[in-house]
């Protein structure tokens, strides 16, 4: 079988091992291996690049993905997908696997619904994914951005301030929960639970009131600016207030050992959908086991918000 292998939509840690796992997984089983570079941009362009079992080699241990990341306006529209298409047919390639977000997702699933053979691996920090308790550079991100609240706290407590760390996830809360929880905040702010600035403001000024050194607030990028959340704090209780905003330091970095683990066992999954000539279809990690569903079914299904753990947060700041 002739395989490619694309990224697309921002990039996320653990994506070089899933096209490791993929192609050395592939490669054994005696089948042809093509990389795509630029993602969907780069599948219109016809941009494919053989793939070797060295060719994969040294990029284990490394963040960002080696084929490139795109985020095309193009490819939206059918157009672009007839073009893409055209690409694989000209190359004689058969399978597309795809890792990336959910909007990765939709185009995946746009081509199969023009007769690609389409998988899609879940690669994004968010951990916003129907049927996979974790995509790929989530557990990597989540402990970066708990290593630098650490660094936060240290000096806040020496200036008894309030800290406002602003981290990613646009429509998703669970970087800032899970970080919020492993660091010990005293409020998460996240776009999956209705939040106000008094309750916030008073959460702080009774922390210090019952001692604490310092404060520290966990907010998502697509709930609230932590500037904006600092300067209100500040001027609603006249303690001082900075705001931290993590950017993109957060989605860079070695993945941890658990994003390589996962990835490597989703490499032999998804051959073995090919093999047993199973597509259109998502790869996740569900309990212990690698699992599979239709992409459709993936999409149209809202990923898990944990509230229970939002609770426990909330009791565990006092
Ligand atoms: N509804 C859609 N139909 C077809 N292609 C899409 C669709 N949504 C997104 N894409 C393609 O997938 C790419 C990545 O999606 P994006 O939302 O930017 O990132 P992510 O995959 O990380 O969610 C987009 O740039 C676009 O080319
Ligand atoms: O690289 P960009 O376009 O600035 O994207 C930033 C966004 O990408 C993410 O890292 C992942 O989001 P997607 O899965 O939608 O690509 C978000 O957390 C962040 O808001």
Redesign the pocket.
């Known amino acids: 079988m002739n395989i490619a292998i694309l990224t697309?939509?921002?990039d996320s840690q653990g994506m070089n091992s899933a096209i490791r796992a993929i192609t050395r997984t592939a490669i054994v089983r005696g089948h042809k291996v093509f990389g795509v570079k630029k993602?969907?941009?780069g599948l219109m362009e016809g941009l494919f690049t053989p793939l070797d079992l060295r060719d994969v080699g040294d990029i284990l241990h490394r963040g960002g993905t080696f084929l490139q990341s795109?985020?095309?306006?193009e490819?939206?529209e059918p157009s672009g997908?007839e073009k893409a298409i055209a690409k694989l047919k000209e190359a004689n390639i058969e399978h597309l696997v795809v890792i990336?977000?959910?909007?990765?997702?939709?185009?995946a699933l746009?081509l199969f619904g023009r007769g690609v053979k389409t998988y899609c691996l879940p690669?994004?920090i968010d951990n916003d994914i129907a049927y996979t308790d974790y995509t790929i550079g989530f557990d990597t991100t989540v402990n970066l951005v708990v290593s630098l609240i650490n660094n936060v706290r240290d000096t806040s407590t020496s200036h008894e301030r309030t800290s406002i760390i602003e981290v990613m996830g646009r429509g998703s809360g669970n970087i800032a929960l899970h970080a919020g929880v492993a660091s010990g905040a005293d409020v998460i702010i996240v776009p999956e639970v209705e939040w106000n600035l008094e309750d916030v403001c008073n959460e702080i000024s009774e922390g210090f009131n019952r001692g604490k050194k310092h404060g520290i607030v966990v907010v998502a990028e697509g709930a609230a600016s932590g500037e904006a959340v600092a300067e209100e704090i500040e001027k609603r209780t006249g303690l001082e207030a900075r705001s931290t905003k993590l950017g993109y330091v957060q989605r860079g970095g070695s993945p941890s050992s658990f994003d390589r683990i996962f990835t490597s066992r989703m490499g032999d999954k998804v051959i073995e959908c090919m093999e047993n000539g199973i597509s259109g279809v998502a790869i996740g990690i569900e309990g212990k086991e690698i699992t599979y569903h239709p992409i459709h079914e993936v999409l149209s299904k809202k990923a898990d918000f944990d509230f229970k753990l939002y609770e426990i947060a909330k009791n565990l700041s006092r």
Request: hydrophobic content about 10%.
């Open positions: 697309s939509g921002g993602g969907y941009q795109a985020r095309s306006q490819f939206r997908q990336g977000g959910d909007g990765s997702y939709h185009g746009a690669g994004t």
